[in-house]
């Protein structure tokens, strides 16, 4: 079983988050494709200035789109396996490469 530090349910549109460290905190508008996340979904800081958490971190639902709530359930479960390890994801300098703009 992984060990999980907490969880936190943030519901609401405006993207805000001033609980965390600035330096892994998303900052981001309303956008498809998200900054420092891989799957914009798991948290890289390749920023210059930002934190990395080794994919520790998840930031789930930050995406704009039409047809949403089917979208951020199957994050969930993607996001569980990973936390169960059950899905193997790309660390360190393997996923820096993936998280450049398109």
């Known amino acids: 079983m992984a060990k999980v530090d907490a969880i936190i349910l943030c519901t609401g549109y405006q993207h805000h988050f001033p609980f965390m460290e600035e330096s892994i905190r998303l900052r981001s508008t309303n956008i ?42 199957v994050q969930g479960l993607w996001v569980v396996n990973v936390i169960k390890g059950l899905l193997k994801v790309p660390v360190g300098r393997n996923v820096s490469r993936k998280l450049k703009p398109i």
């Open 32 to 73: 498809f494709n998200l900054p420092n996340l891989y799957r914009s979904l798991q948290w890289y800081g390749v920023d210059d200035g930002l934190k990395d958490t080794d994919g520790k971190l998840f930031y789930t639902a930050m995406q704009d789109q039409f047809y949403t709530f089917t979208m951020f359930a």
